[in-house]
């Protein structure tokens, strides 16, 4: 099967989020006689690139090794040693990631801390080119480009799940439009669960009907809707790859080929057959209906109030 699962953060839009890199990188290369014991005032990854080090965190000793990654939060005392005659490498990264440019996004999550970075193979030469690129007293444009991709790697790894949040502590306004953005998060990112449109209005610390309409007004859909619709952007993706239009729809969740095509055209604006049409003709140098610009417009999104 294809790997389109969407990232955790893949309904948050760019615009909501900043990402600060408040110091330059760490280039970490310690002997056997590195230590330290000290609280950081950001949050702080870490990706281990050869050798072995060891964390003791709130009373838990942590080992990192080639692969690993680990997240030390804000504030949160940590001791650091390297227990093996080689060289202990890697990368270390302080930054802070806000949403509405004022809450911290990493505290609206449960993460695992330490975790082995499932596309290790893709990410370790680019770890190993953010080490080596980085200035040794700025940050750079490419770094945060790279170091975002990084970071969204560990989080799409360590997610556990989304914290509830008091609207006392952020105000009425900016929890309602993070647990909405949160719930379209979670629906973006697993869109062929079954029944998780409304798993997550539940979930919302709000009345169920006030949520969807709130849903509605920000997003441009309610959940289900919401839900349909990246279901067939899924199946944008397997037709792309050349699955059959049955294989797509089957692949969505659609025993009904003749019902999935109904809803592909409602959702994207032309049938499967001719969405898969267009993208041979974009790949032949031609444009396909509405890309002129290069920008794809399907019927999505309407009377959209921003977040």
Not at 118 to 142: C, D, G, I, M, N
């Amino acid at each position: 099967m294809d790997e389109i699962e969407g990232s955790i953060l893949a309904g948050i839009p760019a615009q909501a989020l900043n990402l600060s890199l408040t110091r330059s990188t760490i280039r970490m290369q310690h002997s056997q006689s590195w230590f330290i014991d000290k609280t950081n005032k950001v949050d702080d990854l870490l990706i281990c690139l050869e050798g072995e080090g060891r964390y003791l965190i709130d009373g838990k000793e942590i080992s990192l090794t080639p692969g690993d990654s680990l997240l030390i939060r804000r504030g949160q005392r940590f001791r650091g040693w390297n227990p093996q005659p080689e060289p202990y490498t890697g990368i270390a990264q302080h930054f802070s990631l806000t949403i509405f440019n004022q809450h911290n996004l990493v505290d609206q999550m449960d993460l695992s801390g330490k975790v082995r970075l499932s596309r290790w193979k893709v990410l370790e030469p680019l770890v190993h080119f953010y080490r080596q690129s980085a200035p040794a007293t700025s940050t750079t444009l490419t770094q945060h480009h790279l170091f975002m991709f990084l970071l969204i790697s560990y989080i799409d790894d360590a997610f556990v799940a989304w914290r509830q949040h008091d609207e006392t502590i952020m105000g009425k306004g900016d929890a309602l439009a993070l647990s909405v953005m949160l719930a379209a998060t979670q629906i973006s990112a697993d869109p062929l669960r079954a029944g998780l449109a409304d798993s997550v209005v539940e979930a919302a610390p709000y009345n169920p009907d006030y949520f969807q309409r709130e849903f509605r007004r920000r997003i441009g859909w309610t959940p289900r809707k919401y839900q349909e619709f990246k279901r067939m952007e899924r199946a944008m993706h397997f037709l792309e790859s050349g699955r059959s239009v049955s294989e797509s729809a089957a692949e969505v969740g659609y025993q009904d080929v003749y019902y999935f095509s109904r809803m592909f055209k409602r959702h994207i604006g032309t049938s499967p057959r001719g969405y898969v049409d267009s993208v041979r003709q974009n790949r032949d140098g031609a444009f396909p209906r509405g890309e002129e610009d290069g920008q794809v417009h399907y019927p999505v999104f309407r009377d959209v109030t921003p977040l």
